[in-house]
């Protein structure tokens, strides 16, 4: 298994488990985001900051340029999809409250992420 998948999936435990655990009567379901982001621009920002986060973790470079630099990039990609970090955090909390909603994002994230790889792969 490549690095870019095992960081992709670990990435994605973190952000899942937190959500898959809690018990549903102790959580507040959030309100739906007025500037409620699909299914499908949910996982093209999630594809997005993946992919990100793999080109900068290839980067040897010094820790807080690389802090500054992932800021920028992240705001360039939800200016290019329309959206903030803002809403974008208040969308996740929305779809995490309802896990069959967030699994069908991510499935198609991962097949998404999976495919490029099969590509790069046969690349090279």
């Not at 018990?23 to 594809?47: D, F, T, Y």
């Not at 999809?81 to 996740?92: H, I, L, P, V």
């Given at each position: 298994?490549?690095?870019?998948?095992?960081?992709?999936?670990?990435?994605?435990?973190?952000?899942?488990?937190p959500?898959?655990?809690?018990?549903?009567?102790?959580?507040?379901?959030?309100?739906?985001?007025?500037?409620?982001?699909?299914?499908?621009?949910?996982?093209?920002?999630?594809?997005?900051?993946?992919?990100?986060?793999?080109?900068?973790?290839?980067?040897?470079?010094?820790?807080?340029?690389?802090q500054?630099?992932?800021?920028?990039?992240?705001?360039?990609?939800?200016?290019?999809?329309?959206?903030?970090?803002?809403?974008?955090?208040?969308?996740?909390?929305?779809?995490?409250?309802?896990?069959?909603?967030?699994?069908?994002?991510?499935?198609?994230?991962?097949?998404?992420?999976?495919?490029?790889?099969?590509?790069?792969?046969?690349?090279?």
């Amino acid at each position: 298994m490549t690095h870019f998948i095992k960081g992709f999936l670990f990435a994605f435990l973190l952000l899942v488990l937190p959500a898959a655990c809690t018990q549903k009567s102790n959580v507040a379901v959030p309100a739906r985001p007025e500037h409620l982001l699909s299914q499908e621009q949910m996982a093209g920002l999630i594809i997005r900051m993946q992919l990100l986060e793999a080109t900068v973790n290839l980067k040897n470079t010094q820790r807080q340029t690389l802090q500054k630099k992932d800021s920028l990039r992240y705001g360039n990609i939800f200016r290019e999809c329309g959206s903030s970090y803002d809403n974008f955090q208040e969308n996740f909390k929305y779809y995490a409250s309802q896990p069959d909603q967030l699994n069908k994002i991510y499935d198609r994230a991962i097949a998404e992420l999976t495919r490029r790889q099969a590509e790069e792969d046969r690349k090279k």
